[in-house]
C-alpha cells in the first residue's frame, strides 16, 4: 500500500505479493458483500484489506427504524474495524475508491486529501448501489433517500420535525401541510416506512402534542406501479396495501411523480391528470443505482454497464478477461438477481471461496448459484408479510419470522441485546427512546453543499459533479 497526500503516477506501483510474501486481496465495500467475503477469508493464507468510504457496516434493513427513532444508529452500523479486530489478516482503511486499474492491479482510495494506492493480486467489488431518482436528482434536495445513516437521521429530523412546527403553526393549512408525509415507491422500505410513520402518530406521540391532534396526520405512499410490494406476488401485495389502509396510510398507486419543491410534490395520475399534494416531509424510496466503479470496471473489461449502473459479471461473478476480479452484491447484473442483502453475502462468500480455491490451484467452483431465502416486510408492530418459497405468511406469524431474522443478521452481541430492548420498549410499549435530532442532522448535508463541491471532494474524494447550491439560506429553502 501507498499513501500520499496528493496522488501521483507514481504511486501506482503493484507488487506481485505483499511484505508477509501472501497473496493481497482488496475488497472494496464494507457491507454484506464486503464484509462477509472478508469474513469467509478469515482463516485463508492472504492478507485481505477492506477499503470503505464509511467506517461502519450499514445494516440497511433497519435503516427506517434508525429515521423513526425506534433504534439508534450505533446499533445498525458497529465499526467493521471492531468486527474484524479478531481476524489478524484482515485491516480496515478508510476512504473513498476513486479509481480501480485493472491492468495495473491496483485501487485507489481517498480520505480528506489523503490519497492511498492498494494493489492487489484479488480484488472483490462490493461497492452497493444508492438512491435513483430516475434523472431527476434534483428531487433529492426535498426528498431524501434513505441509504445511509445521515440518510436516516436526517429524515429523523425531518420527521420529529414537522410535528413540532406544526404544533406552533398559526394556520390550519399550514398544520395540514407539516402534518402530510409522503412516500414514493411502495417497495419494502416504502411500505415498512409508511407503517411506521402512521404508528408514531397514531400511537406514539398521540399525547405529546398540545395543540395538534397528531393521529390526524396524512400519510400518503405513492407509486408508479399498480400494486404495493410487487416482488411478493399480488395476495401479499394487496394484503399489505389493506393493512396500510387500516392504518389510515393512503394508498396511492399508477401515481407517477413529475415534480417535487420545498412545498409539496406533484403526481400524475394514470388518466393523464397532474395534481398537487402540500406536503413538508417528502421520502424517497423508489430506485436504486449501483456505484460508479461499476462504470469504471465496465470501461476497463468491456463488461455491459445496464441503465441501473449494474455490470454484468461471468457466473463465477468475476469480470471477462479478469479473473482475478470478483464484482458481488448490488453492483453486479447476473440472472435479474434482486438486490437484496442474501445475494450479496452469498456473491461475497463465493468470492472468497473462488479466491481460495484459485489461489491453491484447485479446479474453478461451479458457477455462482443463489439460494433464495425468501423476503420480509414489515407493516406495524406485530404484523408483517413474509414469502419463503412456496410458503406465504402474513401477520403476527410473519413478524415474529421478521424479528428472529433480523436479529439474526444485525451484527455483534451488544447490537442484538439493545435492539431487542429497543424494541421491547417501542412493540410493547409507546416509546420511541431514540427521538433526537440536533439541527446539524436536519441541516448538515445542505450546509455542506452550499461550502461548494470543492469540499465535498477534498472531504470524500467523491464524486467532482458540482452540488447544486442556491444562493439563500439553506435552513430557510429547505427545511420542514
Ligand atoms: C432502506 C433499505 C432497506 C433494505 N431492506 C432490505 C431487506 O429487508 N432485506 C434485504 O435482503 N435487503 C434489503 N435491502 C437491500 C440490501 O441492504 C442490499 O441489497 C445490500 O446491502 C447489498 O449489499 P452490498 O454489499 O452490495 O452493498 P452495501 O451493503 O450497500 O455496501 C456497499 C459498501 O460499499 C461502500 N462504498 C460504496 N462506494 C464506495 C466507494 N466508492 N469507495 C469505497 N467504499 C464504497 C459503502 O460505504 C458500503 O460499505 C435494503 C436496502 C435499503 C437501502
Avoid: C
Avoid at 497473496?23 to 482463516?43: D, E, M, N, T, Y
Avoid at 441503465?307 to 447476473?334: F, K, N, Y
Avoid at 458540482?466 to 427545511?479: I, N
Amino acid at each position: 500500500m501507498t499513501t500520499s497526500p496528493e496522488a501521483s503516477s507514481a504511486d501506482h506501483t503493484a507488487a506481485a505479493t505483499s511484505t508477509s510474501g501472501r497473496p493481497r486481496v482488496v475488497i472494496v465495500g464494507s457491507g454484506f458483500g464486503g464484509l462477509f467475503a472478508a469474513k469467509a477469508l478469515k482463516r485463508a493464507p492472504v492478507d485481505v484489506t477492506v477499503v470503505a468510504k464509511t467506517s461502519h457496516h450499514l445494516f440497511q434493513p433497519l435503516l427506517y427504524q434508525v429515521a423513526t427513532g425506534i433504534l439508534s444508529e450505533g446499533e445498525i452500523a458497529p465499526a467493521t474495524r471492531e468486527i474484524l479486530r479478531g481476524q489478524r489478516n484482515a485491516r480496515v482503511v478508510l476512504g473513498e475508491v476513486t479509481g480501480i486499474d485493472l491492468a495495473a492491479r491496483t485501487v485507489t482510495s481517498t480520505v480528506l486529501g489523503r490519497t492511498t494506492v492498494h494493489p492487489y493480486d484479488e480484488l472483490i467489488v462490493a461497492a452497493g448501489a444508492g438512491q435513483s431518482y430516475f434523472g431527476n436528482d434534483h428531487f433529492a434536495e426535498f426528498a431524501p433517500g434513505m441509504k445511509s445513516i445521515d440518510d436516516a437521521l436526517e429524515l429523523r429530523g425531518r420527521i420529529f420535525g414537522a410535528f413540532e412546527l406544526a404544533e406552533i403553526a398559526t394556520s390550519q393549512r399550514e398544520i395540514d401541510r407539516l402534518m402530510t408525509f409522503v412516500v414514493v415507491g411502495a417497495g419494502p422500505t416504502g411500505v415498512e416506512m409508511a407503517g411506521q410513520i402512521a404508528e408514531l402518530a397514531r400511537r406514539t406521540l398521540r399525547k405529546d402534542f398540545r395543540n395538534i391532534d397528531t393521529s390526524q396526520a396524512r400519510i400518503v405512499l405513492l407509486d408508479a406501479a399498480p400494486q404495493v410490494l410487487p416482488s411478493f406476488g399480488e395476495k401479499l401485495g394487496d394484503r399489505a396495501r389493506r393493512q396500510l389502509n387500516g392504518m389510515g396510510v393512503e394508498v396511492q398507486l399508477g401515481a407517477m411523480v413529475t415534480d417535487v419543491d420545498a412545498d409539496g410534490l406533484e403526481v400524475k395520475d394514470p388518466d393523464g391528470v397532474i395534481r398537487r399534494i402540500p406536503a413538508a416531509t417528502k421520502i424517497w424510496a423508489a430506485g436504486v443505482q449501483a456505484s460508479e466503479l461499476g462504470r469504471v470496471l465496465g470501461e476497463q473489461s468491456g463488461a455491459e454497464v445496464d441503465r441501473a449502473g449494474r455490470i454484468a459479471v461471468l457466473p463465477d461473478l468475476t469480470l471477462p478477461g479478469h479473473p482475478e476480479v470478483h464484482v458481488v452484491g448490488d453492483m453486479m447484473a447476473l440472472d435479474k438477481l434482486p438486490g437484496v442483502a442474501q445475494v450479496a453475502i452469498q456473491g461475497g462468500r463465493y468470492a472468497a471461496k473462488s479466491i481460495v480455491g484459485r489461489l491453491s490451484g484447485k479446479p474453478a467452483q461451479p458457477p455462482f448459484r443463489y439460494f433464495d431465502k425468501g423476503s420480509m416486510a414489515t407493516i406495524s408492530r406485530f404484523s408483517a408479510v413474509a414469502d419463503i418459497g412456496r410458503f406465504k405468511f402474513e401477520g403476527f406469524i410473519a413478524w415474529v419470522l421478521w424479528l428472529v431474522v433480523h436479529l439474526m443478521y444485525i451484527v455483534g452481541f451488544k447490537s442484538r441485546i439493545t435492539t431487542v430492548f429497543h424494541w421491547l420498549i417501542s412493540f410493547l410499549g409507546r416509546g420511541r427512546s431514540q427521538r433526537v435530532a440536533t439541527q446539524q442532522q436536519v441541516y448538515g448535508r445542505l450546509a455542506l453543499e452550499q461550502l461548494g463541491p470543492d469540499f465535498s471532494v477534498a472531504k470524500t474524494g467523491g464524486s467532482k459533479k458540482p452540488a447544486a447550491a442556491g444562493p439563500d439560506d439553506a435552513t430557510a429553502r429547505r427545511s420542514a
